[in-house]
């Protein structure tokens, strides 16, 4: 059974820092694209980054030199480094490998 673990978010100050992590049983997490994607009330779950499995990452046009995703392949474990947030980058962010979601991590930014 396959699990992923999200952990890292809260609540930050814009122009502030966070790092996301999501942490994945079951599966070799490295074998195989993950992806972050976000949901903000009301509005509908998008894309974040990605990382597939030979390393390439692609980001959204939003976040596109703010965040960066990582892979730690010894931790299996999957990143999200967030600088210069937004209020607007307020949401849960939510990491996905195939078919399997993690619960999400809560992302709050003051301004």
């Known amino acids: 059974q396959v699990r992923l673990v999200e952990s890292g978010g809260g609540l930050v100050q814009a122009g502030g820092s966070l790092r996301l992590s999501c942490v994945a049983s079951g599966r070799t997490i490295g074998s195989y694209t993950a992806t972050w994607y976000r949901q903000a009330p009301g509005k509908q779950r998008e894309f974040v980054a990605s990382?597939?499995?030979?390393?390439?990452?692609y980001y959204a046009d939003s976040v596109k030199g703010r965040f960066t995703i990582s892979r730690d392949d010894a931790k299996n474990t999957v990143f999200l480094q967030m600088s210069s947030l937004k209020p607007d980058d307020s949401a849960v962010y939510y990491c996905?490998?195939?078919?399997?979601w993690g619960p999400g991590t809560q992302v709050t930014v003051s301004s």
């Open positions: 990382i597939a499995a030979g390393g390439n990452t």
């Open positions: 996905r490998s195939l078919t399997d």
